[in-house]
């Protein structure tokens, strides 16, 4: 059983405030190729496993481990659709779906309908969009491979590897090319536009820095087409408008803005 996703979760307590309430962990079974949903009350009982690559099976004996579809998080693949290379180049990314948002704990404890998010239609959702990505490509987009199939099922979306995020470039201390970073992520932004399209979380680790120095927009889960309703993914907090509820033009050049301020050194993470 191998633990490739685990994080803690707050709720109000009784007076309101945030406090830690569970930690909710994603296990896949190699043997199986079958997903596993838990969840654990108690932050001591985390601290011996936590983030750990692997776990012994041991562990999870008195937890219920609740499975999770794979219609939940890996749509139908859509013979329309591009399918990545096979076998995949070697600089090649392939974002897979994070399924921590796809139970809720408060619903599984009352014994109410634990699905509250449906990670196959956020796939499919960007699919599309990284669908006409491919058909008109910019050197500051990033590039999209095509989708990674396992039994008829989209399992993946399959871009070129970058070397590092904005975020990480701007603390590692190295010296780089400030102004030209913007000048990318603005002209970028302007090829999303001229598209129809709207990014709508435009943030330092949305950036990444490819080995030329060139600034390149990753992460099109938010993106949607101009006017459409946002729905659940809508900006990264710090980034985003708060009362952000469709796609405008307007979401990038806030994003614009304060990438310009945190590139300056005005706005820190």
């Known amino acids: ?22 930690t909710t962990f994603i296990l896949h079974d190699k043997t199986t190729n079958r997903h ?12 011996e496993f936590w983030g750990l690559p692997s776990v012994d099976p041991k562990v999870w004996e008195d937890l219920e481990l609740i499975e999770i579809p794979r219609c939940k998080f890996q749509p139908l693949f859509d013979p329309t659709f591009a399918k990545a290379p096979d076998p995949l ?25 634990e699905t509250t ?12 969009v990284c669908e006409i990505l491919m058909k008109h490509p ?3 987009i990033a590039q999209y491979l095509g989708a990674v199939v396992e039994k008829d099922r989209v399992a993946g979306l399959c871009f070129v590897k970058y070397g590092k995020t904005l975020h990480q ?14 000048v990318g992520i603005e002209k ?15 943030n330092s680790s949305n950036i990444m820095v490819d080995d030329k120095g060139n600034a390149v927009i990753i992460d099109f889960d938010s993106c949607r087409p101009e006017g459409e309703t946002m729905g659940i993914k809508n900006g990264s907090p710090g980034w985003s408008l708060e009362d952000m509820t469709h796609a405008k033009r307007e979401n990038d050049e806030y994003g614009l803005e304060r990438m310009r301020k945190f590139l300056e050194g005005w706005l820190h993470e």
């Open 117 to 128: 998010t449906d990670e196959a239609d956020l796939v499919l959702q960007e699919l599309r």
């Open 188 to 202: 970028g932004i302007k090829h999303l536009h001229d598209l129809g399209l709207v990014h709508n979380d435009i």
């Open 138 to 140: 910019h050197p500051n």
């Open 1 to 22: 059983m191998e633990l490739i996703e685990c994080a803690e979760a707050f709720l109000p307590d009784p007076t309101g405030e945030l406090a830690f309430h569970h």
């Open 36 to 47: 596993f949903w838990t969840w654990l009350r108690g932050p001591d009982k985390v601290i």
């Open 89 to 113: 180049p070697s600089n090649s990314y392939i974002k897979r779906p994070s399924l921590l948002g796809v139970y809720n704990v408060e619903n599984v404890v009352k014994g109410l309908d």
């Open 169 to 182: 470039l701007v603390h590692s201390g190295l010296p780089f090319d400030r102004h030209a970073i913007f």
